[in-house]
């Protein structure tokens, strides 16, 4: 008669060949993609909020970091945001962050850009800001870093950005004044 400890191997054994012979199951692309354009989507709306909500710390988080060293480090931005929004009034009324289509994958990063359109007060006035933002995962698309490339040369965008792909279009932002 066997003893326990030899049962329980012989059935170990016999579970590892029977799961070895099972088929593992691929997980479709369109389920990959279609889970990097919530996250992305999702991220997004989160940046957003927290700066409606004068949640700098957390907003400048979502950045890529690149952005924040061009624009003087954490601390800078910080104050100008504060000074922007909270001394001067700055303030985002609505947005709509808009779902990437394509996504670009490499060894090292996944990227891709999407549509913003922001309506602000500035100066008293409201303002429609449409903006193309570039998101960047370092982390097969867990997290996202955001780019808004208003304003911004190829250029800079390349060295704020150095792997940026070649293959994103940008278009122009666009500003129409609403009053």
């Known amino acids: 008669m066997l003893r326990f400890e030899s049962r329980n191997f012989i059935l170990l054994s016999f579970l590892i060949i ?47 970091p690149g952005l924040i060293k061009a624009l003087g480090g954490e601390k800078n931005l910080q104050a100008e945001l504060t000074k922007s929004f909270v001394t001067r009034g700055m303030q985002v009324i609505s947005y709509v962050n808009n779902i990437p289509e394509k996504f670009i994958i490499s060894e090292s990063n996944i990227q891709c850009v999407f549509s913003q359109i922001q309506l602000m ?3 008293f006035k409201k303002v429609e ?12 698309g867990k997290t996202w870093y955001f780019i808004n490339t208003g304003g911004m040369s190829r250029e800079l965008l390349k060295q704020i950005l150095p792997e940026i792909n070649d293959g994103l279009i940008i278009p122009p932002q666009k500003t129409v004044s609403r009053e």
């Open 18 to 64: 029977i799961l070895n012979q099972c088929p593992a199951q691929e997980i479709p692309d369109t389920v990959i993609i279609n889970n990097y354009k919530t996250a992305v989507k999702t991220q997004a709306d989160s940046m957003i909020f927290w700066l409606q909500t004068n949640q700098f710390e957390k907003y400048i988080h979502v950045h890529h």
């Open 121 to 123: 007060k500035l100066n």
């Open 129 to 140: 800001i449409s903006s193309t933002i570039i998101a960047i995962s370092y982390d097969i």
